[in-house]
Nanobody, 115 residues
Framework: QVQLVESGGGSVQAGGSLRLSCAASGFDFTIYTMSWYRQAPGRARELVATISTVGGATYYLDSVKGRFTISRDNAKNTVYLQMTSLKPEDTAVYYC????????WGQGTQVTVSA
């Protein structure tokens, strides 16, 4: 079954850290650029970070630069988002995405950061 499954979300206080994981299955993970998006209540979904197929190129939303790190383990078919120095404005549902013409999305994982 072709799918992405996110995990690792939770509730933390400001300044805390979380590591999100996205496990891919049913397709050749190694040939796709992967991304993390987030959507806060009442707001549009926004691109947080992207990583190329072998991890040599990355992109970050300006507001997360220096705090978040995207990485991937092609042997485990998994992409990660390490989040540090979390802020209340990082509160959102975080989604993993396979970058294709018809994107593939995971179900999302909730991240809640309290002040």
């Amino acid at each position: 079954q072709v799918q992405l499954v996110e995990s690792g979300g939770g509730s933390v206080q400001a300044g805390g850290s979380l590591r999100l994981s996205c496990a891919a299955s049913g397709f050749d993970f190694t040939i796709y650029t992967m991304s993390w998006y987030r959507q806060a209540p009442g707001r549009a979904r926004e691109l947080v970070a992207t990583i190329s197929t072998v991890g040599g190129a990355t992109y970050y939303l300006d507001s997360v630069k220096g705090r978040f790190t995207i990485s991937r383990d092609n042997a485990k078919n998994t992409v990660y988002l390490q989040m540090t120095s979390l802020k209340p404005e990082d509160t959102a549902v975080y989604y993993c995405q396979r970058n294709t013409i018809k994107p593939l999305w995971g179900q999302g994982t909730q991240v809640t950061v309290s002040a």
